[in-house]
């Protein structure tokens, strides 16, 4: 089918799922590409799984760059999609089209906003200027210290759909669903023109996406109801290198076919 564009995934609607993945440096946006997603999202979720923070909020434009330089190297079929940090976008218009705008040169397809009815406008404009955006409502990462952790959010349906709506009116070309009830996400799918992507928000939404080191199971206190782990990836990780530092120790490793005459 050649290289994901907004348009095919605009198209993807009421035909099959979406399947997306994070990915943040070359290993994970090597092996997204090598399954095939259909959207590969540079999350700021990194500040979590890669750099350790508690939240989303202390990770910047210069580490998001990092990121999505790499993965936009890598990625050569998928739609690359770059978070917009925390204070990329809130500070100010011409702000937020620069920084928009640096991510798209750096060979990205697309940004993801986060926020409702508050964002449309901004978004609208950055649609304006020629680059794409992905929206995300209900839960907001970004909203972390006014909820009190991540929080269910979207409980009622007409709010979160006010603001989906008033993301497909500014332009968007799919909307990320984060940690609502499975039928307000399923209330707000139908009535858009555009698909949704779920992540918490149950199996009614067009397409799902989850983070590269929960599906993995990288991270052993990261226990969340909604994420399905496929491997015990941190247990099998720490096995190997338990095996590798024994060898060592014992004189094992490394041994006459691992060495050179």
């Known amino acids: 089918m050649g290289r994901m564009t907004v348009k095919k995934l605009l198209a993807l609607k009421g035909k099959r799922r979406i399947t997306a993945v994070t990915a943040y440096d070359y290993t994970s ?11 590969v999202l540079v999350g700021d979720s990194a500040a979590m799984v890669i750099h350790g923070y508690e939240s989303t909020l202390p990770i910047g434009m210069e580490e998001m760059l990092i990121h999505a330089r790499v ?15 925390f204070l990329s976008y809130q500070t100010s218009e011409r702000e937020a089209i620069k920084n928009a705008g640096t991510f798209m040169k750096l060979g990205v ?24 955006v992905m929206g995300h409502i209900g839960m ?4 972390f210290n006014i909820y ?15 603001d989906a709506l008033s993301l497909q009116d500014a332009g968007v070309f799919s909307i990320v669903l984060e940690k609502v009830p499975a039928e ?4 707000v799918s139908e009535r858009l023109r555009i698909p949704t992507i779920g992540i ?19 991270i052993p206190d990261m226990n969340l109801k909604f994420v399905r782990r496929y491997l015990n990836g941190y247990d099998l990780f720490k096995q190997a290198l338990e ?14 076919e691992e060495s050179y005459e």
């Open 109 to 132: 397809s697309a940004v993801k906003v986060e926020g409702g009815r508050e964002v449309a406008d901004l978004i609208g404009k950055m649609v304006s200027y020629g680059i794409p």
């Open 200 to 218: 918490g928000a149950g199996p009614y939404t067009d397409g799902q996406i989850l983070v590269f080191h929960d599906i993995l199971g990288l």
């Open 29 to 39: 946006a090597l092996l997204a590409e090598a399954v095939g997603f259909d959207v």
């Open 148 to 162: 009190g952790g991540f929080k269910l959010q979207g409980r009622d349906k007409d709010e979160l759909l006010k």
């Open 71 to 85: 993965v936009a190297r890598v990625v050569k079929g998928p739609l690359v999609v770059a978070d917009m940090p």
């Open 243 to 256: 095996n590798f530092k024994r060898d060592i120790l014992e004189g094992n490793f490394p041994s006459p």
């Open 140 to 143: 907001n990462p970004q909203k």
């Open 184 to 187: 307000s996400a399923k209330y």
